[in-house]
Protein backbone atom coordinates (compact mmCIF):
# COMPACT_ATOMS: atom_id res chain seq x y z
CA UNK A 1 0.00 0.00 0.00
CA UNK A 2 1.04 3.46 -0.92
CA UNK A 3 0.13 6.30 1.34
CA UNK A 4 1.23 10.31 0.88
CA UNK A 5 1.43 12.86 3.09
CA UNK A 6 2.56 16.13 3.82
CA UNK A 7 5.60 16.50 6.24
CA UNK A 8 5.03 19.92 8.83
CA UNK A 9 8.43 19.86 10.61
CA UNK A 10 9.37 23.32 8.38
CA UNK A 11 7.83 25.34 5.60
CA UNK A 12 9.15 23.57 2.61
CA UNK A 13 5.73 21.18 3.16
CA UNK A 14 7.50 18.40 1.01
CA UNK A 15 5.01 15.92 -0.45
CA UNK A 16 6.50 12.67 0.94
CA UNK A 17 5.10 9.18 -0.36
CA UNK A 18 5.82 5.53 2.16
CA UNK A 19 5.89 2.27 0.85
CA UNK A 20 3.76 0.24 3.44
CA UNK A 21 3.34 -3.68 3.72
CA UNK A 22 0.53 -5.36 6.18
CA UNK A 23 2.95 -8.21 8.47
CA UNK A 24 1.67 -10.19 11.19
CA UNK A 25 2.93 -7.62 13.39
CA UNK A 26 1.06 -4.47 12.00
CA UNK A 27 2.11 -2.38 9.23
CA UNK A 28 5.61 -1.81 8.27
CA UNK A 29 7.86 0.80 5.82
CA UNK A 30 9.54 -0.40 3.45
CA UNK A 31 10.27 2.92 1.31
CA UNK A 32 9.91 6.59 1.89
CA UNK A 33 10.34 9.31 -1.17
CA UNK A 34 10.43 12.83 -1.18
CA UNK A 35 11.56 13.87 2.34
CA UNK A 36 14.37 16.35 1.98
CA UNK A 37 15.98 15.33 5.22
CA UNK A 38 16.66 12.56 7.52
CA UNK A 39 14.48 14.49 10.59
CA UNK A 40 11.57 14.44 8.05
CA UNK A 41 12.31 10.62 6.84
CA UNK A 42 12.07 10.12 10.02
CA UNK A 43 8.85 11.72 11.48
CA UNK A 44 7.07 10.34 8.35
CA UNK A 45 8.35 6.80 9.31
CA UNK A 46 6.53 7.50 13.07
CA UNK A 47 3.65 9.04 11.26
CA UNK A 48 2.10 6.27 9.40
CA UNK A 49 2.93 3.76 12.24
CA UNK A 50 1.80 5.40 15.18
CA UNK A 51 1.63 9.26 14.90
CA UNK A 52 2.41 11.12 18.23
CA UNK A 53 1.66 14.76 19.33
CA UNK A 54 2.31 17.17 21.95
CA UNK A 55 -0.54 19.19 23.52
CA UNK A 56 -1.17 22.20 25.64
CA UNK A 57 -3.84 23.61 27.74
CA UNK A 58 -4.10 24.69 31.29
CA UNK A 59 -5.52 23.54 34.89
CA UNK A 60 -7.35 25.43 37.33
CA UNK A 61 -5.14 27.21 40.57
CA UNK A 62 -6.54 27.13 43.82
CA UNK A 63 -4.92 30.44 45.58
CA UNK A 64 -3.16 31.95 43.32
CA UNK A 65 -2.97 35.41 41.64
CA UNK A 66 -4.11 33.62 38.62
CA UNK A 67 -7.38 31.16 38.30
CA UNK A 68 -4.96 28.84 35.45
CA UNK A 69 -1.95 27.95 34.77
CA UNK A 70 -0.80 26.74 31.32
CA UNK A 71 0.61 23.16 30.94
CA UNK A 72 1.79 21.31 28.15
CA UNK A 73 3.44 17.46 27.94
CA UNK A 74 6.89 17.01 28.25
CA UNK A 75 6.84 14.51 25.60
CA UNK A 76 4.68 13.59 22.40
CA UNK A 77 1.90 11.08 23.16
CA UNK A 78 -0.07 8.43 20.87
CA UNK A 79 -2.94 10.58 18.84
CA UNK A 80 -5.52 7.90 20.08
CA UNK A 81 -4.39 9.07 23.78
CA UNK A 82 -5.16 12.75 23.41
CA UNK A 83 -9.05 12.72 24.89
CA UNK A 84 -8.37 10.64 27.64
CA UNK A 85 -4.87 12.80 28.48
CA UNK A 86 -7.06 15.83 27.86
CA UNK A 87 -10.09 14.01 31.09
CA UNK A 88 -7.36 13.65 33.61
CA UNK A 89 -5.59 17.23 33.27
CA UNK A 90 -9.57 18.61 33.30
CA UNK A 91 -10.15 17.28 36.45
CA UNK A 92 -6.82 18.60 38.18
CA UNK A 93 -6.45 21.52 40.78
CA UNK A 94 -3.55 22.43 42.16
CA UNK A 95 -2.09 24.80 45.13
CA UNK A 96 -0.62 27.56 44.27
CA UNK A 97 2.41 28.83 43.83
CA UNK A 98 2.94 26.58 40.52
CA UNK A 99 6.27 27.01 39.04
CA UNK A 100 7.88 26.33 35.64
CA UNK A 101 8.39 23.02 34.28
CA UNK A 102 6.80 21.66 37.28
CA UNK A 103 5.34 18.33 37.71
CA UNK A 104 1.31 18.65 37.40
CA UNK A 105 0.43 14.90 36.62
CA UNK A 106 3.10 12.03 35.68
CA UNK A 107 1.75 9.63 33.68
CA UNK A 108 -1.54 10.47 32.59
CA UNK A 109 -3.69 8.16 31.60
CA UNK A 110 -1.06 5.76 31.38
CA UNK A 111 1.49 7.32 28.82
CA UNK A 112 5.23 8.02 29.16
CA UNK A 113 4.82 11.92 29.77
CA UNK A 114 4.16 14.67 32.42
CA UNK A 115 2.31 16.97 32.42
CA UNK A 116 4.23 20.09 32.95
CA UNK A 117 3.29 23.84 34.13
CA UNK A 118 4.41 26.35 31.80
CA UNK A 119 3.35 29.25 33.94
CA UNK A 120 4.50 30.70 37.10
CA UNK A 121 1.26 31.23 39.64
CA UNK A 122 1.96 32.78 42.99
CA UNK A 123 0.37 32.86 46.41
CA UNK A 124 -2.31 35.25 46.11
S1 LIG B 1 11.28 16.45 4.85
FE1 LIG B 1 12.74 17.82 5.83
S2 LIG B 1 12.88 19.54 4.41
FE2 LIG B 1 11.02 18.43 3.85
S3 LIG B 1 9.36 19.43 5.03
FE3 LIG B 1 10.11 17.73 6.26
S4 LIG B 1 11.63 18.64 7.61
FE4 LIG B 1 11.31 20.07 5.94
Same mark, same amino acid.
Given at each position: ?14 ? +???? #? %???? !???? &?????? @? =? ?10 ? +???? #? %???? !???? &?????? @? =? ?56
Amino acid at each position: MRKGLVCVLCPNGCY +VEVE #L %RETS !SGPQ &VQEVTG @A =LCKKGDKWVRQE +VIQP #L %RTIA !SSVL &VEGGNF @A =LASVRTDAPIPLESISSVMEEIKRVRVKAPVNIGQVILANPAGTPCNIIATRAVERA
